[in-house]
Structure formats: C-alpha cells, structure tokens
C-alpha cells in the first residue's frame, strides 16, 4: 500500500476547530520564525482562520494517515462556477518528508472531481511551499503580489512586512 492509498480526509467538527487552528499555527510558524523571528502573534491569524472558515462554500478538512492526523486543509468551493480554491494547507512537521503533502493533495482532487481550477497562494518566504505547487501539484505561478502590484484581497497595511509579499497559484483540471 503506497502512503496515497493510506491518506483519507475528513471535515472538521465545530467542537475540533480551536485545535485545527493551533495546528496549523504551528505548523506554519517554523517557516515564519525562520523568516522574522519570534513572533508576538500566531500566523496565520485566528482572524484570518476564522474567516476563512466562515466564507460560503468553505470546508475545513483533517488529513489523516492510517487514522492519525497528519495535517488538515481549508477549502473554498463554488459549485456554479467551479473555480475552487485551497485557503490554508498543513502537514504536521513531523509528517514531512514523506511525501503526504501531494498525497494529501491528490486525495482533495479526488474529493472535488468537478473542479475546474483550483487556486491558492503562499507567502514569498516560503521556498518550500513554491516548489511544492509547482513542481509537485502542478499549479503555475499567475500573480506575484508585493508593493508594486498589491494583493485585492488583503486590506492595506494588514501584513506585517515581508507578508504583504506572496504568490498567487493557479491549477486548471
């Protein structure tokens, strides 16, 4: 059995949110302490989470491998257009290296077969994520946001900086 076949997903209960976020908090807080240093507050944000969340159409899922938790991931999904898109996606740290990220991946494929484009984004800082869309998943880059050419959907002054910097990701099935 390949770690594709192991991996399942499942939606995250009302009650499990709280322990979602604080998972995927530190799962991305590595990268970002790497990056900036101690931080005073989570990355992502609650705010940020709980919004994400909140959207219409969203699913929070848990990524399990034979049962455990090994990550968990935040959807958007319009069924009229089919234009979905990945909000936040985690693989615990201690998962990594295995190869679960794009196993992961294939899994919430499969679970959105009429999906016709998926999009989703990361931060600039986060080499890992970039080759992992691109050269994994088989998005391709279609916007760089910074000073220049600022994010739409980000309120102004709302990342600290080096966060107002981030790629924009797009997969046509």
């Known amino acids: 059995m390949s770690e594709e076949d192991d991996i399942t997903l499942a939606p995250v209960a009302a009650g499990e949110w709280p322990a979602f976020k604080r998972a995927l908090q530190a799962a991305f807080a590595p990268a ?15 705010a940020d989470l709980d919004g994400a969340r909140a959207a219409p159409g969203a699913e929070a899922l848990h ?14 999904i319009d069924v009229t257009t ?20 794009l196993a992961a991946w294939r899994a919430i494929e499969r679970r959105y077969p009429q999906t ?6 990361t931060p600039y800082f986060e080499k890992r994520n970039i080759h992992f869309y691109v050269n994994k998943c088989g998005f391709r880059i279609v916007a760089f946001y910074n000073a220049h050419h600022p994010d739409p959907h980000r309120p102004d002054g709302d990342d600290p900086p080096g966060l107002d910097e981030a790629f924009l990701f797009e997969k046509i099935m």
């Open 63 to 76: 990524i399990r491998q034979g049962g455990a938790l090994v990550g968990g991931a935040v959807v958007g």
């Open 116 to 121: 016709r484009v998926w999009r989703t984004h």
């Open 82 to 101: 089919r234009h979905n898109t990945l909000d936040f996606f985690f693989i615990t740290p201690a998962a990594h290296d295995r190869g679960l990220g």
């Open 32 to 46: 970002a302490i790497a990056a900036f240093g101690p931080l005073d507050e989570p990355i992502p944000s609650d």
